[in-house]
Structure formats: C-alpha cells, structure tokens
C-alpha cells in the first residue's frame, strides 16, 4: 500500500499549486480520501475530504473558497488544486486514506498516509 503525494514547491503569495496523490496496492474507491498538512511548529490539521460516496468535499475554513479536492477513481488519484495561496498556507501536505464511518477529519481515524510534499508560499 502506497500513497505518494507531488506537485508541491515554492510559490509566490497570490499564486497555485495543484497536488496530485497516486495510491498504489488498494483501490482509493473503497475509501475516503484527504488532505493534511502540518505547518512548521504546529500539529498536523486536516484540509480536504472526499468521501468514497462522492458528494461535496469538505473543506477547513482556512483553505475553503480557494482550494478545490478531486478524486479520479479510476486513475486511483486524488487532486487538490490550491489557489490564492497565502504563506500562512507554507506546509508539508500529506493525502490519507480512511474506512471509518463519516470520515472524521482527525488524523487518528486516517489508516494510510503519504509521505507528503513541501508547499512553500513566500511573501
């Protein structure tokens, strides 16, 4: 089982980033899926989740209006298109993959993770 996370860097405040997270040895349809991050000095908190049932994702207020989390079931993929980044938003993301009833957004209901990719927006 393997999650792997990429498309993070470095950008400038004001610009996007779209990361991708490619599962491998599991279907990410089974499951629901999000997006983490832990920023320097700070626990790791929750940023997107799309249940495996489909639906609106749901989105922490600190990112909601400007990202957007998308899931390719068959491409076994999930996305997360950032915009409007602002250096509050400087992390590393990780994308996450749990069965728990409802999808609770923390991170010890979250059976497998990624390595996770640097997102570093300058001022």
């Known amino acids: 089982v393997q999650l792997v996370e990429s498309g993070g860097g470095l950008v400038q405040a004001g610009g996007s980033l779209r990361l991708s997270c490619a599962a491998s040895?599991?279907?990410?349809?089974?499951?629901?899926m999000g997006w983490f991050r832990r920023a320097p000095g700070k626990e790791r908190e929750f940023v997107a989740i799309n249940r495996r049932s489909g639906g609106t994702p749901i989105y922490a207020d600190a990112v909601k209006d400007r990202v957007t989390s998308s899931r390719v079931n068959t491409k076994n993929t999930m996305y997360l298109q950032m915009n409007s980044l602002k250096p509050e938003d400087t992390a590393v993301y990780y994308c996450a993959a749990s069965t728990v009833a409802g999808a609770p957004p923390k991170e010890s209901f979250w059976r497998f993770w990624g390595q996770g990719t640097q997102v570093t927006v300058a001022s």
């Open positions: 040895g599991f279907a990410i349809s089974g499951y629901h």
